[in-house]
């Protein structure tokens, strides 16, 4: 039963109640409030935003669903730091993305699924021929503008996997 037959599953049973019944206005109460709560939850579902890729619901990894946001981090030419921004949620300013912590704790880690790219220096070692370049393609693809994911599943590091 949808939102809509709630309401007019409501209204009949109000239109047929006594208008001296106290009983019957505690039933419009309760109707209410029941139609109040639901939207409230809709609402809290469209507008809730996943810091971190363990908050992000095992549905939508099943039946993948599109998250909105912005990428504030490139790391290497195949992945991005995603901040999830729902429905009139702000992005964070510059200062606040610099500190300690903000990335790991307010970020999901994005690996772009099908993307072979060079690799930079990681742990000392040397970074891959036109890693740099295709870094900067990213950066410029990306970086600071609002995108739309579809996660399709989780790696073994905790990143989502998502498609172009």
Known sequence: MGLPDI????????????SDSPAGWGMVGAGSATLVGLIGFGIFRVTRRFATIDQVPQAYFLKPKKLSGVALRV???????????????GVPTAEQARTRGFMGENTISIRLAGVDAPEMAHFGGKSQPFSTEAKQYLEQLVLGKRVTIQILQRDQYSRAVRSL
């Open 75 to 89: 790391g290497d030419a195949d992945g991005f730091r995603f901040y999830h921004t729902p429905w009139f949620r």
């Open 7 to 18: 309401s007019a599953a409501i209204n009949k049973a109000v239109s047929q109640l006594p």
